[in-house]
Protein backbone atom coordinates (compact mmCIF):
# COMPACT_ATOMS: atom_id res chain seq x y z
CA UNK A 1 0.00 0.00 0.00
CA UNK A 2 1.35 3.51 -0.87
CA UNK A 3 1.28 6.01 1.77
CA UNK A 4 2.23 9.93 1.53
CA UNK A 5 2.74 11.74 4.62
CA UNK A 6 3.07 15.65 3.79
CA UNK A 7 4.92 18.49 5.65
CA UNK A 8 4.94 22.08 5.64
CA UNK A 9 2.84 24.45 4.76
CA UNK A 10 1.29 27.22 6.70
CA UNK A 11 0.71 31.44 6.32
CA UNK A 12 3.58 33.20 4.83
CA UNK A 13 3.36 37.02 3.73
CA UNK A 14 3.10 38.02 -0.27
CA UNK A 15 6.84 37.59 -1.02
CA UNK A 16 7.76 35.05 1.56
CA UNK A 17 8.39 31.91 0.89
CA UNK A 18 7.75 28.29 1.88
CA UNK A 19 8.83 24.25 2.11
CA UNK A 20 6.71 21.39 1.40
CA UNK A 21 8.18 17.68 1.96
CA UNK A 22 6.26 14.49 1.15
CA UNK A 23 7.37 11.09 1.72
CA UNK A 24 6.22 7.95 0.08
CA UNK A 25 6.50 4.53 1.00
CA UNK A 26 5.08 1.58 -0.51
CA UNK A 27 6.16 2.56 -4.02
CA UNK A 28 7.61 -0.97 -5.89
CA UNK A 29 9.13 1.08 -9.01
CA UNK A 30 11.76 2.33 -9.73
CA UNK A 31 10.74 5.11 -12.16
CA UNK A 32 7.64 7.31 -10.64
CA UNK A 33 6.51 9.97 -11.07
CA UNK A 34 5.94 12.08 -7.82
CA UNK A 35 4.91 16.05 -7.56
CA UNK A 36 2.65 18.47 -6.08
CA UNK A 37 -0.88 19.85 -7.51
CA UNK A 38 -3.14 22.31 -5.56
CA UNK A 39 -6.76 23.59 -4.95
CA UNK A 40 -7.85 26.54 -4.12
CA UNK A 41 -11.93 27.20 -3.23
CA UNK A 42 -13.91 27.77 -6.60
CA UNK A 43 -10.80 27.10 -8.49
CA UNK A 44 -9.86 24.32 -10.81
CA UNK A 45 -7.43 22.07 -9.44
CA UNK A 46 -3.78 22.70 -10.78
CA UNK A 47 -0.77 20.42 -11.05
CA UNK A 48 2.29 22.64 -9.93
CA UNK A 49 5.24 20.49 -10.27
CA UNK A 50 6.46 17.04 -10.78
CA UNK A 51 9.71 15.07 -10.84
CA UNK A 52 10.39 11.68 -12.59
CA UNK A 53 12.90 9.73 -9.56
CA UNK A 54 14.75 8.34 -11.82
CA UNK A 55 15.84 10.74 -14.43
CA UNK A 56 14.67 14.33 -12.18
CA UNK A 57 13.00 15.44 -15.17
CA UNK A 58 10.49 18.06 -13.80
CA UNK A 59 7.46 19.91 -15.33
CA UNK A 60 6.16 23.37 -13.69
CA UNK A 61 2.88 24.95 -14.24
CA UNK A 62 3.61 28.61 -15.93
CA UNK A 63 2.02 30.50 -13.17
CA UNK A 64 5.28 28.90 -10.88
CA UNK A 65 7.53 28.77 -12.75
CA UNK A 66 10.88 30.66 -12.21
CA UNK A 67 9.25 30.79 -8.22
CA UNK A 68 9.08 27.07 -7.38
CA UNK A 69 11.41 24.29 -7.58
CA UNK A 70 11.03 20.55 -7.18
CA UNK A 71 14.11 18.08 -6.16
CA UNK A 72 14.30 14.50 -4.34
CA UNK A 73 16.02 13.26 -1.55
CA UNK A 74 19.16 10.83 -2.14
CA UNK A 75 16.82 7.80 -1.36
CA UNK A 76 14.11 9.28 -3.87
CA UNK A 77 11.62 8.62 -1.54
CA UNK A 78 11.14 12.15 -0.36
CA UNK A 79 9.85 14.87 -2.70
CA UNK A 80 10.21 18.66 -2.04
CA UNK A 81 8.70 21.57 -3.25
CA UNK A 82 10.32 25.13 -3.02
CA UNK A 83 8.30 28.09 -2.76
CA UNK A 84 9.12 31.71 -3.36
CA UNK A 85 8.23 34.92 -4.00
CA UNK A 86 5.02 33.54 -3.09
CA UNK A 87 1.34 35.62 -4.18
CA UNK A 88 -2.26 35.39 -3.01
CA UNK A 89 -2.76 33.35 -5.93
CA UNK A 90 -0.70 30.50 -4.74
CA UNK A 91 -2.86 30.22 -1.61
CA UNK A 92 -4.71 26.37 -1.62
CA UNK A 93 -4.65 23.27 -0.23
CA UNK A 94 -1.45 21.38 -1.93
CA UNK A 95 -1.54 17.59 -2.75
CA UNK A 96 1.25 15.64 -2.97
CA UNK A 97 1.01 12.73 -5.34
CA UNK A 98 2.86 9.57 -6.54
CA UNK A 99 2.59 7.32 -9.40
CA UNK A 100 4.39 4.26 -10.86
CA UNK A 101 5.54 4.44 -14.22
CA UNK A 102 7.05 6.48 -16.79
CA UNK A 103 3.86 8.85 -18.91
CA UNK A 104 6.56 10.72 -21.04
CA UNK A 105 5.72 14.38 -20.55
CA UNK A 106 2.77 14.06 -19.21
CA UNK A 107 3.07 12.90 -15.69
CA UNK A 108 1.44 15.92 -14.04
CA UNK A 109 -1.69 15.06 -16.19
CA UNK A 110 -1.54 11.25 -14.90
CA UNK A 111 -1.06 12.37 -11.69
CA UNK A 112 -4.25 14.33 -11.13
CA UNK A 113 -5.89 11.82 -12.76
CA UNK A 114 -4.99 8.72 -10.85
CA UNK A 115 -1.79 9.67 -8.67
CA UNK A 116 -1.73 8.07 -5.31
CA UNK A 117 -2.23 11.46 -2.88
CA UNK A 118 -1.63 12.87 0.56
CA UNK A 119 -4.06 14.35 2.34
CA UNK A 120 -2.69 17.68 1.47
CA UNK A 121 -1.58 20.86 3.47
CA UNK A 122 -2.75 24.36 3.54
CA UNK A 123 -1.13 27.01 2.26
CA UNK A 124 -2.31 30.50 3.12
CA UNK A 125 -0.75 33.69 1.68
CA UNK A 126 -1.46 37.36 3.08
CA UNK A 127 -0.17 40.75 2.05
Not at 53 to 80: E, P
Request: aromatic share 12%.
Amino acid sequence: EVHLEESGGGSVQTGGSLSLSCTASGLTYTYNCMGWFRQAPGKAREAVATIYTDDGNTYFADSVKGRFSISLDNAKTTVYLQMTSLKSEDAATYYCAALEGYFGNTCHLALQERGYRGKGTQVTVSS
